[in-house]
């Protein structure tokens, strides 16, 4: 499929689940999410919010997801990871019917006036995105408490790779120069404690 480059939504929210095994394995549940909302203010400015949650496993799969369709902003395009299967999970579910739904499908039947934007990257992708704006991602050997704390991290790189990827080189220059002044000004805020 072609795109053509254009302009940045007015607001697209970049979410990340993350999940104690892969989506498509038994017992995977999920252990936190990040949700990096962007909203166009000006020409080339920008208002950012964050929301960081994290879940016991006593916490259903279809609350967190309820909660977290009440905190998409209304009117945003959510911008979310497509799950990569690996070739023998592929052969495996060949021509199968009664496969349950993945997250995706429910955020997506949950906010039916929201327009979904699903990218396949590879972690490797994500963790240089986020590397490349001088963020401190996971990587594939991190632990499971590592990874959830780093769920915004990664948020923020999905939404970095599809600013890159599919707005004007000028605009996404601008947009992740505001976001990397927005960072400077959350990293200098005091600790809530």
Same mark, same amino acid.
């Given at each position: 499929m072609h795109h053509h480059r254009n302009n940045h939504p007015p607001v697209l929210a970049a979410l990340i689940i993350i999940r104690t095994r892969p989506e498509y394995e038994r017992r995977s549940i999920i252990s936190s999410l990040a949700l990096f909302t962007v909203t166009i203010t000006g020409r080339r400015e920008a208002a950012f919010d964050l929301l960081?949650?994290?879940? *016991?496993?006593? *916490?259903?799969?279809?609350?967190?997801?309820?909660?977290?369709?009440?905190?998409?902003?209304?009117?945003?395009?959510?911008?979310?990871?497509q799950p990569i299967l690996p070739a023998r999970r592929l052969m495996d579910i060949a021509g199968r019917r009664d496969l349950p739904p993945i997250d995706n499908q429910l955020i997506a039947r949950a906010l039916p006036g929201t327009t979904l934007l699903s990218l396949t990257v590879a972690d490797e992708q994500l963790n240089g995105a986020g590397e490349a704006m001088g963020l401190e991602m996971a990587g594939p050997e991190s632990t499971p408490l590592k990874r959830n704390r780093r769920a915004p991290e990664q948020a923020m790189a999905l939404w970095s790779v599809y600013t890159q990827a599919f707005c004007r080189k000028p605009e996404a220059r601008a947009l992740i120069a505001s976001f990397q002044a927005w960072r400077v000004l959350e990293r200098s805020k005091p600790l809530p404690f």
């Open positions: 960081h949650a994290r879940f *016991d496993p006593t *916490d259903t799969r279809a609350d967190i997801i309820s909660g977290l369709c009440e905190r998409v902003p209304e009117g945003a395009q959510l911008l979310v990871r």
